[in-house]
């Protein structure tokens, strides 16, 4: 038996899989984020550790014999946070996340002191990722970047709380901007640009190496028969992933989660950051991947259904599962900034086009077409990073929406395949890696593709149409970036 958890923004997730990889069961606890200020996001970490003891509780009690055979504990977790500690191992202060964009100026900063950040690390400095975070820290709270001894991602300071170790893998450690992501260990120069040092950083591993043993108390508190081996784990993309089985070199997918990704895995480090493509390590030996992101694709509907006081799936009831033609208005979906291709922070949406007789369906249509517009950008930045995709899986909760799959596989041009179980998600790929550090079984042989279901093919006449808008809804990113400028 196998645990996956999956540390998110919005909840902690733990998954209990078997040994032919049936998910037992699942427990989700909620997390909430603050926004003290404008841009800002932040979390407790004591917030985590209660949630996930109280969703391994749960386990417990539904299904203590399945528990108490446990042999080994995945996780998963929201990337790029940063959890500074002091010497005695205590949080310093709350967590900055992923979406956190406080830290924009500290990104020209990075880059001028550490010039080769780019072909290091793979990656744009950007507000979101970790390193321009401490920079900030050590200008507005010098006190606490004074009183810093380790910097641990999210579930890196999960793992120190369940085993004692100070410990973070590859894929997550790939969106620090401290990694050397094709050497696959730590950068000097990039730790040396932060003000930081080797000895501050945990030790590094592949997502499924041993990496840790569960304390006793946690042991005895669960009933278990012996203590589990920790498994690295993965980054929340890099778990999906694994769920999927994309680890061989080509597989892609496309996920339609509160933020969007546009996936493919390689063989090789391979940076794209002209267009904003994230190069990052697999979570699997010898294996990297290219992502592209937008940050509110199914958040953007969500905002939506606030708006107008519907629920989404009221919203999308609205529309037919087929559309026959573009909305007539364009939904620009820079609700918290962008990442690919525009690597914006600043930048916000917009809806053009309306008029008074402007129906809801439309403008609900219109947000679909707008993250879809928005995905194919990351499809063009991986072709340009030497990726070119002619189908992919996709997942996330936007998957449910036949309408929205239609929209997004014509506007992307691309066969997307809808899976049997693709909302497994990273829970189910954390209790992948957590077998795999306890078998030693080959990486292939475990992390297999779930079932195809469907596979939704672009229409001709509506890609036809929507290659036609895509130049008009790229042409309006420099008149928004003009007005985000506007005090």
């Not at 209790?431 to 229409?459: F, K, M, N, S």
């Amino acid at each position: 038996m196998y645990i996956g958890i999956d540390a998110g923004t919005s909840g902690i997730k733990a998954a209990l899989v078997d040994e032919v990889q049936s998910v037992l069961a699942t427990r989700t606890e909620p997390l909430t984020s603050q926004s003290p200020h404008a841009g800002w996001s932040e979390q407790d970490p004591e917030a985590w550790w209660c949630a996930l003891l109280a969703a391994i509780d749960a386990l417990r009690d539904s299904h203590p014999r399945a528990v108490a055979a446990v042999r080994g504990i995945g996780l998963s977790g929201q990337q790029h946070g940063a959890v500074l500690l002091d010497g005695g191992g205590r949080v310093l202060r709350p967590c900055i996340l992923w979406n956190d964009v406080r830290a924009s100026a500290e990104c020209a900063v990075f880059e001028q002191r550490f010039p080769d950040s780019r072909a290091v690390t793979g990656n744009i400095a950007m507000p979101g990722f970790t390193a321009p975070k401490l920079l900030w820290v050590a200008r507005h709270e010098p006190e606490v970047f004074r009183a810093t001894r380790h910097v641990l991602l999210p579930k890196a300071w999960l793992r120190y709380r369940l085993t004692g170790e100070m410990i973070e893998e590859m894929s997550d450690a790939s969106g620090t901007l401290w990694l050397d992501v094709g050497r696959r260990q730590w950068s000097e120069a990039a730790l040396a640009a932060t003000g930081l040092s080797l000895e501050m950083m945990p030790a590094l591993c592949e997502g499924t190496d041993r990496a840790g043993v569960l304390r006793r108390e946690l042991v005895e508190r669960w009933g278990m028969d012996v203590p589990p081996v920790l498994a690295g784990g993965a980054g929340d993309n890099a778990a999906g992933a694994v769920g999927l089985g994309a680890v061989r070199p080509g597989d892609a997918f496309v996920s339609l989660g509160t933020s969007g990704v546009v996936w493919a895995t390689t063989d090789r480090f391979r940076p794209g950051p002209r267009a904003a493509i994230h190069a990052f390590c697999h979570a699997v030996p010898g294996m990297w991947h290219q992502m592209g992101v937008t940050l509110s694709a199914a958040s953007s509907l969500a905002w939506w259904a606030s708006v107008v006081g519907r629920s989404e799936a009221e919203l999308l009831g609205e529309l037919p599962e087929v559309v026959a033609r573009p909305s007539g208005l364009l939904f620009l979906p820079y609700l918290s900034g962008e990442r690919t291709p525009h690597n914006d922070a600043g930048i916000r949406g917009a809806f053009i086009g309306l008029e008074r007789s402007t129906s809801r369906a439309q403008m609900t249509q219109a947000v679909l077409e707008g993250v879809a517009f928005s995905l194919r950008d990351a499809l063009d930045g991986l072709a340009g990073a030497g990726s070119v995709l002619e189908q992919a899986d996709v997942i996330g909760g936007g998957s449910r929406s036949a309408t929205w799959l239609g929209i997004l596989a014509s506007v992307m041009g691309i066969r997307l395949h809808r899976l049997a179980h693709g909302e497994q998600g990273g829970a189910f790929g954390a209790a992948r890696l957590a077998r795999l550090a306890v078998t030693g079984e080959d990486v292939a042989a475990v992390c297999l593709p779930p079932e195809r279901v469907e596979t939704i093919a672009p229409d001709d006449a509506l890609q036809a149409a929507y290659g036609a808008v895509l130049p008009r809804y790229r042409a309006l990113y420099p008149a928004l970036a003009d007005f985000a400028a506007v005090p």
